[in-house]
């Protein structure tokens, strides 16, 4: 599905809550959206790398990484298996690496800057809690939108006008 946000913020302006511009486009599909799932994780990556490995279902990932600019949360090798596993996107408030093949990859991913460091293995971290960065409440099942114009939550799921 190729979703256009301005489109989408003119049909449901009572549902949608915009997030603050910060964003980038990394992945292959430049727009995606989906039911949220979330993590909150500060430089470790251990739940990023098993979400990806579960059945995505057109899901998206939205990983709250406290905006740390130190090393990437996701690589070219988690985004190939959220690819495969049918996730629809993962959005990264913080870095990811391995940008150059993460564009040729079937997948919407969204995150503040590039790292080439990777992250550490601690197995720290939250899963499916409630985020709020970026002037917006991130849900475990409501619903975000992303494409090169920004990123979008709603409550309910929206459909192209």
């Keep these: 599905m190729n979703y256009v946000l301005p489109d989408l913020c003119d049909a449901y302006p009572e549902l949608i809550t915009v997030v603050e511009p910060m964003f980038s486009n990394f992945g292959g599909r430049q727009s995606f959206g989906g039911a949220m799932t979330t993590i909150k994780c500060h430089e470790d990556n251990s739940l990023v790398a098993d979400a990806v490995e579960e059945a995505g279902n057109g899901r998206v990932l ?22 495969a596993n049918g996730w ?10 391995d940008v150059d093949e993460i ?3 079937d997948l919407g991913v969204q995150a503040l800057a590039t ?18 960065f ?18 979008i939550v709603s409550p309910e799921p929206l459909k192209m006008p």
């Design 115 to 132: 790292h080439p460091m990777k992250s550490v293995k601690r197995n720290i971290g939250l899963r499916d809690e409630v985020l709020v």
């Design 88 to 97: 629809a996107g993962i959005v990264v408030y913080g870095c990811i690496r």
């Design 134 to 151: 970026g002037g917006v409440t991130f849900r475990p099942g409501e619903y975000l939108y992303a494409d090169n114009n920004g990123v």
């Design 62 to 83: 939205v990983v709250d990484g406290g905006a740390s600019l130190r090393c990437g949360l996701l690589g070219d090798n988690l985004a190939h298996k959220a690819a």
């Design 103 to 105: 564009a040729n990859i």
